[in-house]
């Protein structure tokens, strides 16, 4: 069973390409705090310009935490996470600083507000028999699978993890484990906290997103991604099926042109995004701040100082 909540952070989620790296940045400055990323790619180290990771210019006026963690190759999970995140506390505590909690990943952000069940460790064996599913038969032939073993955890997941493979591979995972219900931070019942959020028009966050993907091959991503798999990185790992490495790679290895590679990213960012609005929209409470891809990050990081002026810190569980 999780603690009871003992501790207080800011939060700033949303969708990718919205803007929080820059506002975070700018906040913990000003406020002299500590950042605990909620991001589950940034954990990864070497993967940096197609994370969007904080430079490390950033990174030595801000300390940040669940960033650069474990090497492309190891495994990472919402547990993981959870330690990453008592550790943010307990230093953030004794140093008498506060703590934002920024990033997009929702489980990794409902695991802190609602607390996170024990569950088993992977096995390597079933893990690699459902990802050999997902690449024949796509998240359709996971879906099928999860309906016939345990319908009543499809029926628990939320709409956006019904179309994620890593989620229905790790339910396919927990139900041959012998879990028998979904944990409780993979459920549709929201916390009671109040979380704040920035929401950018559709139009606007689409352009944005392909302006990314443009300048992170401008910014040497094929180089990165030749330097990571010279070192013996796994392409059939999780970190490198990662929106932007996995077309990257199939780039390097002339499976794809660079436009399609560039087009697939733009591709699979926008749903992404979508999968992300659609998740904190159900599964968290969102204070939403509506910025524009025009508007300042001083302007921005001022609103978003409003509204956690309003609401306050929220408990997290650890």
Sequence with gaps: MPKAP????FFLVGPTASGKTAVAQKLAELRGAEILSADSMLVYKGMDIGTAKPSREERLRVRYWGVDVVSPSESYNVACFMEEARRCFESAAAARKEVLVVGGTGLYIKALLAGLDE???????????????????????????????????LAALPESDRTNGRRLIRALELVESGVREPPRSWTAVKPSCLVTGLAMARAALVVRMESRVHAMYDGGLLDEVRFLLDRGWNPACTAAQAIGYAEAIACVRGQLTRDEAMRLTAQRTRQLAKRQMTWFRHQVAVSWVEVTPTMAVDDISARVLADWGRNGPQPVML
């Design 119 to 153: 569950l088993p460790s992977a096995a390597p064996e079933s893990r690699e028999r459902w990802q050999r599913v997902l690449q024949r038969e796509g998240v359709e032939g996971l879906r099928g699978a999860l309906e016939t073993l345990a319908p009543s955890w």
């Design 6 to 9: 003992q501790s207080r952070a």
